[in-house]
């Protein structure tokens, strides 16, 4: 079975600090990782994915992910906080090997505050 | 990318009451997914809905309770029946990407039962 550990409910950066949210992932097989984003009153959306090609992840708005098999992690980075990037964020999992491999499995969340 | 559209946005509902939730996408899929957003808490597969097959369901989650109908490749519906107020929560419609796995969501239907 596939599992998501987002280290931190809560993390709070000034404008402009860097953003680091943590998460460890379980799985037996290659996993695809992915992180998304939940702005207040929306639908989620995809920040970044790993899909066993670079281990360096970009995505949009100066996000990034490092895959590190070793430390079973997929962190998610940002070098300059910005107000706007206050949200709910999710680390998820999925195995890409079953049949219909979108089934994911999603993290309880880190809700990041940027103080001005 | 896929636009998905889910009605209601949101609604106050009575206890012991159904709500039916509709999904709408923008492109034929194989596959939509319904998930459950509890207030402050992340993601719970509900079922997996292929056209022309029953759905899937996850563990904790039963077709009497919660059934779903897969009529086409670009509609789903979810029932949420015999409301309780353990049943507030956001439901989220979602398709798959086939290649890379990530998946799209509408904006969720907002679900208060009092």
Not at chain 2, 25 to 32: F, G, P, W
Not at chain 2, 81 to 92: A, C, G, H, R
Request: proline content about 4%.
């Amino acid at each position: 079975a596939q599992s998501v550990t987002q280290l931190g409910s809560h993390v709070s950066v000034s404008e402009g600090a860097l953003v680091l949210l943590r998460c460890n992932y379980s799985s037996s097989v290659p996993p695809y990782l992915f992180w998304y984003v939940q702005y207040p009153n929306q639908g989620l959306q995809l920040l970044l994915k790993y899909t066993s090609a670079a281990t360096l992840v970009k995505g949009i708005n100066d996000f990034e992910a490092e895959f590190k098999k070793s430390e079973t992690s997929f962190h998610l980075t940002k070098p300059s906080a910005h107000m706007s990037d206050a949200a709910e964020y999710f680390c998820a999992v999925s195995d890409p090997s079953l049949t219909g491999g979108f089934k994911t499995i999603f993290g309880a969340g880190t809700r990041l505050f940027v103080k001005a | 990318s896929a636009v998905i559209s889910q009605k209601p946005s949101r609604d106050i509902c009575q206890r012991g009451t159904s709500l039916t939730i509709q999904c709408q996408v923008d492109s034929q899929v194989t596959m939509m997914f319904w998930y459950r957003q509890q207030p402050g808490q992340s993601l719970t597969l509900i079922a997996t809905a292929n056209q022309g097959s029953e759905a899937t369901y996850e563990s904790g989650f039963v077709i009497d309770k919660f059934p779903i109908s897969r009529p086409n490749l670009t509609f789903s519906t979810l029932t949420v029946s015999n409301m309780s107020p353990e049943d507030s929560s956001i439901y989220l419609c979602s398709v798959g990407r086939t290649d890379g796995g990530e998946l799209f969501f509408g904006e969720g239907s907002r679900l208060t039962v009092l």
